[in-house]
């Protein structure tokens, strides 16, 4: 008997702990802007709803062809038109042509209208509430011609740990995943567990980790992109709980447990892990001194988005532009993205390989293709004018490279007197007997 009483004692301290934290940081926040509810529309008759959740979405009017899905998943204490109004979801949407929907927690399911992230009825494949918000997917998809390459979930607090729990038990579904002052798959199976796990976060290998994230559907893999942003001075959500899903997803993912790329992004740290076929799939944003919420970018430049209010706080950083970014739904670069590629002066010692935005990516892209090809796959001539050539034949990839390095001799013709063991001769010669090399 008192071994009952002391957990009960146990949880009613954390759970008062958590309830005073939670209204302080929505009072500290300020008040927020009146809302625009009409942004969102709600949506009925999904499915057959066993979470209870209530489903809205924007649809821009400008919708791509084949658009991406971004799902925003709500912290407590709020509703979906709150989220979007602070995060600005809606508005990016508009901005790049993709569709968002919101899912709503009720009252009636959880009295601080937090998602019930920590209830395996409601984290699970297939049931209560991840079941609700995977049929709302669906009508998305169906109703709007949603790629389903592209469909993404982020969400906030409660909201972040939801996100954990869609990725791990619908990876298939998802290209990527944004965790904002959430918690890592698993780490709470009831109430105790997730005050728990908020106040101190939990100790487990990176293999335990993993395992939770591939015991909790039958995908073996790829897994989503994921990104992780956490405030230093969080009190509600310890900030050990971004550490915690960054083994998770690492040892998911199977990439080095160090990170390949360390620097500073308007201030805050920003470390990326990327696979060895040099692809990013893992990143990670600690906001110094910031405390529980999204992270936003006051100001009147392109990247303003969302407003400043309980737990949306101005730290110099969108941390949605930047989502959009890294997932590479948004088609096309701000000022200030294209500035930063020729400013990586703030890398850690040892990082050999510098940050590279998608943008930067992009353009050097857009060179390539300028460079070997003029006419899409058709047959063109190359750079010599010599016709009948393929134009991403391989050959002249290689002489191109070859050339650009100072590691191919001229043609015959203009060497005749050069050393026979040159060795750009030699190399020459050897692509050329091999075929890897035009005449």
Known sequence: ??????????????????????????????????????????????????????????????????????VALHGCLQTAAVYDHGSGWSTLADTYGFAVLFPEQQRSNNPNNCFNWFLPSDARRNHGEAFSIRQMIERMIENYGID???????????????????????????????????????????????FEAMAGGRDRSAQEWGDLIRSASPHRGPWPKI???????????????????????????????????????????????????????????????????????????????????????????????HIVRFWG???????????????????????????????LAARESAATSKLFSSRGGQTGKDEEGQAGVRVHDPRLIITAALKAAGLLSEPSGHSANRDPLDPRRIIATTLRSVGLLKE
Not at 177 to 193: K, S
Not at 288 to 302: I, Q
């Open 1 to 70: 008997m008192k071994g009952l009483k002391d957990t009960l004692a146990n949880l009613s301290r954390l759970r008062g702990r958590f309830e005073r934290l939670l209204s302080s940081a929505a009072k500290r926040g300020g008040a927020a802007s009146p809302l625009r509810t009409a942004r969102l529309c709600e949506v009925v008759g999904f499915g057959s709803n066993p979470g209870n959740l209530r489903m809205l979405a924007h649809v821009p009017r400008k919708l791509t062809k084949a658009p991406a899905l971004v």
């Open 148 to 194: 389903r390459r592209r469909v993404f979930v982020v969400g906030l607090s409660a909201g972040g740990a939801m996100t954990s729990a869609m990725l791990a038990a619908y990876p298939e579904v998802f290209a990527g995943g944004a965790i904002i002052a959430g918690l890592p798959y698993g780490c709470a199976t009831n109430v105790q567990d997730a």
């Open 227 to 321: 990104s992780l942003w956490h405030g230093s001075s969080d009190a509600i959500v310890n900030p050990r709980n971004i550490e915690a899903a960054l083994k998770q997803w690492i040892d998911a993912h199977g990439v080095s447990v160090r990170p390949r790329v360390e620097h500073k992004l308007a201030g805050h740290s920003r470390r990326v892990w990327r696979t060895e076929a040099d692809d990013d799939v893992i990143e990670a944003i600690t906001i110094t001194g910031m405390g529980h919420g999204v992270p936003l970018a006051a100001g009147g430049d392109s990247e303003r988005c969302g407003n400043a209010g309980p737990f949306h706080f101005d730290v110099g950083v969108s941390s949605s532009h």
């Open 329 to 359: 739904v948004a088609d096309g670069a701000t000022a200030k993205e294209k500035a930063a590629d020729h400013a990586r002066a703030d890398l850690a010692p040892g990082v050999t390989q510098a940050y590279k935005p998608s943008s």
